[in-house]
Each structure stands twice: as structure tokens, then as C-alpha cells.
């Protein structure tokens, strides 16, 4: 791991989990941008500084999602520096999206406070600042990526050496990272979101000359640890996938929660969206 150096950036919620930014100093790169907040700006300076790099000198910035926090450090980057991600996320920096959320939502059969809450959620990661930037195919990069589908609406996997650096896909004592998105071809909500979820992560377990995963938040992990994690999350999916497919069709988003999560974890209910919004849909 000498060639790749882990910078975990504090977001701006104290109680929000440190996000990882990989410096790849040889190549000159970055693996996501991180938060905005002084502090990480700071800190990714110093980091920078120690491998004689600046924020000028950079070759590049590779994203492998949308999601702000990692990012939303790009409002206090310099412009100049080249993105290489899915040039969809363009989207997500449109007037056009802001717009698509409140159609989509308004239109889910959700109660009004879920909808509330998932329309906060969505807007959220509004980043118009992405058109401050040049953007590249991730195609461009001389590394092995993998476009994948789960956590968002469009993940990107990147591979170099023996190192899998997963963004969200994979995070160690954390089962709702699988969170609804709108996608950026369709401007709807993913219908099927859960089941690329499942399917991004049983090809990453497939993956060859893989010794460590390099995930978006928390500790490096050994691939044969990554691998359990994984099988525990496509457990959990097909168990609860085949669950819903016994309940009746009458039932609310609501009362699904309340018979599939009975100890649901007190996060907000957008974070069980995806899973049952995908196999509800499936099961219409």
C-alpha cells in the first residue's frame, strides 16, 4: 500500500463517518474528492504537500460516484484540475434534476412525510459545481474500471495492482448502503435498483489478483473479508426479496417496513427505500 495512501477526510457532521480519499502519488492522482469543509481542504493540502504534489499539479480526480460527500470538496478545488467519471453526473449538477425529483417522488405511492424526506435526500446531491470542471471518460484512465450499479445509479470500480477501491458498494458493519437513486438516462427513479445492487456485488466477489478493498469509509479490508461481507448482504437481499413476495399487494410501503425490518435501525425510512421499492415494483 506504499503507492496508495488513505486520507480520511472529516465531513462537516461530526456524527457522519470520515470519508476516504486515495492519493495515488506516483500517478498523480486522487481516488474522490471528499466533503466541503475547510478541514479537509486543509488536510488534503497537507497530505499533498508531504508527496510534493499541490492541487495544480494533479493529473486527475477519479469519482467513483455522485454522492456529495465525495465530491463536495470539488466546490473549493481548483477548476482546472481534469474529472474522470461517468459523464452522466452532469446530470445531478442540472436545473433539470432538481425537477425530475419532485416529479418522481410526487408520484410514488409514499406517504407524505416519506416523501418529504425522500425529496430532501435527493436533493441533496445537487452539485452544479461539476460543471465548473472539464470531464473525461473514466475510460481515459490507465487503470482497470469496472461500471457497476447499487449504491448509486452509476459506481464506478476501480483496479489497479492487487488493490479493488469499491466508493460505497462495499462497507464493513454497514447493510443500507444501497440507496435509491434517479437515473440519469431514464430521469426516473431506478426501479431496479437492488437488484443491480446484488448483481454489482456478485461479480466484485468473483474478481481475480484481488488481495485488499479499498472502501469509501472505514478500514482497508482483506478480499476474503470483503467477500464475507458481500455474502452476508446478498443473504440478507434474497431473504427479503423472497419475504416480500409472500405479502399481500394491498399493503403499504409503511406496513412492508413494519413486518420485513420489525427492529428497524432508527435511521430515516429513505434508507429502506431502494431494497423494497425494487421489489415491490418487481413483484407489480
Given amino acids: 500500500m506504499s503507492n496508495v495512501i488513505k486520507i480520511s477526510l472529516p465531513q462537516s457532521n461530526p456524527h457522519a463517518p470520515a470519508v476516504n480519499v486515495y492519493l495515488l502519488p506516483k500517478q498523480k492522482f486522487l481516488i ?15 497530505v499533498l504537500s508531504n508527496y510534493d504534489l499541490t492541487l495544480t499539479n494533479l493529473n486527475g480526480i477519479i469519482l467513483t460516484h455522485h454522492h456529495t460527500d ?4 470539488l466546490k473549493m478545488l481548483p477548476h482546472s484540475i481534469p474529472l474522470f467519471c461517468d459523464k452522466a453526473i ?19 405511492q409514499l406517504s407524505n412525510t416519506i416523501k418529504k424526506e425522500l425529496i430532501e435526500h435527493l436533493s441533496s446531491r445537487y452539485c452544479p459545481y461539476i ?13 482497470i474500471v469496472n461500471s457497476m450499479c447499487g449504491h448509486s445509479s452509476s459506481d464506478s470500480v ?44 456478485s461479480k466484485i466477489k468473483k474478481m481475480n489478483n484481488i488481495n485488499k478493498i479499498c472502501p469509501g469509509h472505514g478500514t482497508t479490508l482483506e478480499f476474503q473479508k470483503g467477500v464475507q461481507i458481500i455474502n452476508k448482504n446478498i443473504k440478507a437481499l434474497k431473504k427479503h426479496h423472497a419475504q416480500l413476495l409472500t405479502l399481500p399487494s394491498t399493503l403499504s410501503y409503511s406496513e412492508i417496513k413494519a413486518i420485513m425490518f420489525p427492529k428497524a435501525l432508527k435511521v430515516p425510512d429513505y434508507f429502506y427505500l431502494s431494497e423494497l421499492y425494487s421489489f415491490i415494483k418487481q413483484k407489480h
Fill in 158 to 201: 476501480i483496479h489497479i495492482q492487487d488493490m479493488l477501491f469499491t466508493g460505497d458498494l462495499i462497507l464493513k458493519g454497514i447493510y443500507f448502503n444501497n440507496l435509491l437513486d434517479i437515473n440519469p438516462k431514464t430521469k426516473k427513479i431506478q426501479k431496479k435498483q437492488a437488484f443491480d445492487f446484488l448483481e454489482s456485488l
Fill in 32 to 46: 474522490d474528492a471528499g466533503p466541503a469543509n475547510t478541514k479537509s481542504l486543509i488536510l488534503l493540502k497537507k
Fill in 131 to 143: 460543471n465548473n470542471y472539464k470531464i473525461y471518460p473514466i475510460s481515459d484512465i490507465p487503470f
Fill in 70 to 73: 465525495h465530491i463536495g470538496l
Fill in 90 to 108: 452532469k446530470y445531478y449538477g442540472s436545473k433539470q434534476y432538481l425537477n425530475d425529483i419532485r416529479n418522481n417522488v410526487n408520484n410514488m
